[in-house]
């Protein structure tokens, strides 16, 4: 590529072509490094070419937008690494850029990448300031990439940008509106799970549980809440986790901590073993100790969450003698 280059006229019209995949080279082969250093040092070679590329005359619109897309994923990687803010803003600066080379109606699956990239970066920017515009910037963004991504054409990009949406909702409902926001967070997992399936997606589907599993059981002890008699929010939770354990179980690689989703599923039985009616308490109980049990199977004795287990496994024992005697 660099004999390629060096022997391109400057004026040449695949001079920033070029440097766009001479900077994905490099970008590629930084990610291959293992010593920290080498790592930052072959993005940051990346992130020049993909600059320099962007001063060459006569370039395309289309390389225009890839050579500032692909600067964009540069620096939020970068962020990962050192001075996250800085990297985010530049990250920010460049797919912002990078829009107006592209069109919602012509290139509809680069320019819903575009935003659903940009919603992300805004996304972790709000974790070190101003999270409410921020946060309010990514879920526009991320609107703006569903109208690109159709379920009938693109379903599993549908659907993670409707899980990227919804973790937006979710992390918005801890500065305003949670009620409310935490229903759109709900509605947009929902809708994610549609396509995210065991048999299209175990891994992603099995995340997507894990994280509905959040919105119900927070909207079920939020003192706000509506009033929910027959605790459907904690039961839709419990349904999610269960779920999700059956899906990251499908999975060839699991990408959850089974352990830990069968201890939390254990102490849901457990509080609903304590709230529930009584004809409800042995089986809450039950699910419970079988719950504790398997985590304890798949729990090495080093984890720091091995000995919480077991204190959990013997006050649930204590409980099912407490309520429903020695037998």
Known sequence: FKLYLRWLPE????????????GTLYWLNAQHQQEREALIAGMHSSAELYKTGLTCPNTDGETT???????????????NYADPVTYLKEAITAYRQALPFSSAKDQPEE????????????????YYEQPKPHLHRAIAAYNEALNC???????LDYA?????LGIAYWSLSRHERPIFLLKHAIAAYRDALNYRTP???SVACASTYYILVTGFWELANHPNAPADPEGRYKQNAVIAYEAALKASELSPAPSLDVGSIRHCLGSIYDKLARTAASPAVAGNLERALVHYVAALKVTPKTSATYEPLIKALVRNVSTHYEMLGLE
Do not use: F, I
Not at 66 to 79: E, F, M, T
């Open 11 to 22: 004026d040449d019209e695949q001079r920033a072509a070029g440097l766009n995949d001479l």
């Open 65 to 79: 937008s890839r050579l500032y897309g692909n600067l964009g994923a540069v620096y939020s990687a970068l962020a």
């Open 111 to 126: 320019y819903g990448t575009l935003q659903n990239s940009l919603g992300s970066v805004y996304w972790k920017l709000a």
């Open 149 to 155: 991504h159709h379920p009938d054409s693109s379903p």
């Open 160 to 164: 993670a940008v409707q899980n990227n």
């Open 199 to 201: 048999s299209t997606d």
